[in-house]
């Protein structure tokens, strides 16, 4: 979580932004913990037809992570 934190900065302000921009894309309000519900959804479904891909088992858990510590406050991961 370090190394993407320094990579791509705080995942809860970056979710936030990503939340914004769906929400004008898409025209209904997107909350920061659906965008990271979706991107978990989409490597479940890239598992779906590579269950050994290791990196999409990766994210899924890193994103597990982000979605604690968006809903939590922030208390994990840090």
């Not at 320094?6 to 894309?25: H, L, P």
């Not at 659906?34 to 994210?59: F, G, N, Q, Y």
Request: charged fraction near 20%; charge should be negative; aromatic fraction near 6%.
């Amino acid at each position: 979580m370090e190394d993407r934190r320094a990579q791509y900065g705080d995942s809860t302000e970056m979710f936030n932004e990503v939340a914004k921009r769906w929400s004008i894309t898409l025209g209904v309000e997107v909350s920061p913990a659906a965008v990271v519900l979706c991107l978990i959804d989409l490597k479940l479904a890239r598992l779906h037809h590579t269950p050994h891909h290791l990196d999409s088992i990766t994210d899924i858990a890193g994103y597990a992570a982000v979605l604690a510590e968006i809903t939590q406050g922030g208390v994990y991961g840090r």
